[in-house]
């Protein structure tokens, strides 16, 4: 099985400063055919169901404000948030799709610090 | 608008079978792959497999094949999850999700259901 460790496991950021959340594959998840990486960002918020916000590792679904942003490549990955919002307090997991079973990082706890 | 509207909380007793149930509408039920998510007490996200509800193709996690049954009727939009015999260990809220991509087998959850909380206690 693919592991996904993310880094930080909780994380405290002042409002309007930039919080970063990294993810590690124990294999690679680019995908030579396409040159794409088999990776997503999900949040999720207490009591409500995660909601997609990154796909293909850099790929904001629709809707998502654009402070979110994917990047990385490979076994390294990283989700960024430009500017903290009090919105944006939830968990985060990165998941990679390359191989089955389908893999999730264990989450990281985004707080206002 | 895209809904996945899950059947409701309930408890059971170990030993005991369950069918919990997703009902889809605002787009073409049989040409989106539809998973299933595992997230216990506290604790993260578990994929334990997905339907293709066009031929019935499933693709399960090896952590819960033959555990559960990931089923799917297109005539009601309707796709489910079976246990034959619950376990205290099975106590969780179940998540039903779309996959991104019509007719793409590729994990990539873009509309959830509301989740249904599974409590299994004697």
Known sequence: DIVMTQSPDSLAVSLGERATIKCKSSQSLLYSSNNKNDLVWYQQKPGQPPKLLIYWASTRQSGVPDRFSGSGSGTNFTLTISSLQAEDVAVYYCQQYSTIPITFGQGTRLEIK | E??????GAEVQKPGESLMISCKASGYSFSSYWIGWVRQMPGKGLEWMGS????????????????????????????AYLQWSSLKASDTAIFYCARHLRPARPEVIFDYWGQGSLVTVSS
């Not at chain 2, 895209?2 to 059947?7: D, G």
């Not at chain 2, 339907?51 to 309707?78: C, L, N």
Request: charged share 20%; hydrophobic share 30%; glycine share 6%.
């Open chain 2, 51 to 78: 339907i293709y509800p066009g031929d019935s193709d499933t693709r399960y996690s090896p952590s819960f094949r033959g555990q559960v049954t990931i089923s799917a009727d297109k005539s009601i939009a309707t």
């Open chain 2, 2 to 7: 895209v809904q996945l509207v899950q059947s």
